[in-house]
């Protein structure tokens, strides 16, 4: 009933940019936070940053400074710009979002299936 889907991901050299974008469709109320994360090979899901409903956001160390994200509320959609990328932002990037669905009181975060991303000269 509600679905996120990431786009955008591929090979890209290192220096070079990415925006990844992020869908939610469904049977959508609101959407509060959204999030970016990633996994990379042979290690643990991290957090690359958040971006409340009212436009902050907030970034992981390894990002801050090159990574940048932005939603656009009409369209349920947010995005994941990425300058100057390192060999070491190759993942699997995953969006998610924490939704309302018409007809439930409570809020639930939802998950893409993930875009992957790899930085490689």
């Known amino acids: 009933q509600v679905q996120l889907v990431e786009s955008g991901g591929g090979l890209v050299q290192p220096g070079g940019s990415l925006r990844l974008s992020c869908a939610a469709s469904g049977s959508i109320f609101s959407i509060n936070a959204m999030g970016w994360y990633r996994q990379a090979p042979g290690k643990e899901r991290e957090l690359v940053g958040t971006i409340t409903s009212d436009g902050t956001t907030n970034y992981a160390d390894s990002v801050k400074g090159r990574f940048t994200i932005s939603r656009d509320n009409a369209k349920n959609t947010e995005f994941l710009q990425m300058n100057s990328l390192k060999p070491e932002d190759t993942a699997v990037y995953y969006c998610?979002?924490?939704?309302?669905?018409?007809?439930?009181?409570?809020?639930?975060?939802?998950w893409g299936k993930g875009t992957l991303v790899t930085v490689s000269s």
């Open positions: 998610n979002a924490n939704i309302i669905r018409y007809k439930y009181w409570a809020a639930m975060v939802y």
